[in-house]
């Protein structure tokens, strides 16, 4: 197989999924001042990805450490865009990165549906987001067969001696609903 | 500040720099048989990244195991994208996802010019790319300030364990020189 060059990109553009589109119309500037409607909102995005068949169980945003401002949104992508990196974390710290048009977060905060996996630690870390905030422990993910990788036992004591804030876990019935749909639905386990 | 959600994309498009697409014109299709030669290629890439001034020193690529064919380049892009993810590692990944449209690189190998970075072990481990192989050891990134993130001090064993190779480090005066030219410019470290 011969692989021609014939395009002048690195990466083509992903778009969101057209009920994401949508739903980013309805949602422009809000504030979502407490932890648990931030998780919420995490889960409810993890949740549609699954019901309207667009991918995998994991949601995620980026929101103003002080204002709590929705700055980024993210679904997990991997199989809709080819692209392996595409995690609902990596795809919310680019959309804000893109959004706010700078390369350091400094002022932010993640938030997962889901403990990260190994690169999405280190997503984290690059982005300069100070706080992370997840949701289901890395066990609810297992529990259908994804894997997170292998990640320092105490990768959050490591992240902590940087000086970042990370919470978690926070589980929850609506944490743990996106997984079991998408079990039952059959969803690909990659 | 009110964050406006006018476009439909996660992320937009990220565009070769001119020089590497001047370049991919040349070399479509090539094939590299030897280590060494792909480790040279992935050199070349990072020291043209700095003398061009499109980025830091970090150069890697994607080529079929068997055939040695490159389907994929990648150059740190973190600054010029602002996109803090854009490590050469996740730029080669995404490049040959794209030129190959699957999800599964399984018959591929990722040479990077530098030992890679917590989140890129991560996203070597996801594009399902087989084997890994890297020149420079970390300590060279380090000696000039950069980062990899906690890594498990065994990254190398638990790779390996997983049925995949990891070769490296090579160490070498081409590998160093990108990163002494980066210094000498007084590059941005980050």
């Known amino acids: 197989m011969n692989v021609l060059f014939d395009t002048s990109l690195f990466l083509p553009a992903i778009p ?33 990805n699954v019901s309207e068949h667009t991918g995998s169980p994991f949601g995620a945003a980026v929101f103003h450490g002080r204002t709590h401002e929705l700055v980024g949104v993210g679904v997990n992508q991997v199989i809709q865009a080819n692209q392996s990196f595409a995690h609902a974390e990596m795809m919310a710290l680019a959309n804000a990165h893109d959004r706010l048009q700078v390369a350091e977060l400094t002022d932010y905060e993640l938030v997962s549906s889901c403990e990260p996996c190994v690169m999405c630690t280190g997503g984290f870390l690059w982005s300069k987001v100070r706080t992370l905030i997840y949701g289901e422990p890395g066990t609810t993910a ?49």
């Open 16 to 48: 969101y999924p057209d009920w994401l589109r949508r739903k980013m119309g309805e949602i422009q500037g809000v504030c979502m001042s407490s932890v648990e409607e931030r998780l919420l909102f995490v889960h409810a995005l993890a949740e549609q």
């Open 142 to 190: 297992r529990s259908i067969g994804f894997d997170e990788g292998d990640k320092p036992a105490n990768w959050e004591a490591l992240l902590r001696q940087r000086g970042l804030q990370v919470l978690g876990p926070f589980p929850s019935e609506q944490g743990k609903r996106p997984f079991s749909l998408y079990k039952a639905s059959q969803g690909k386990i990659y």
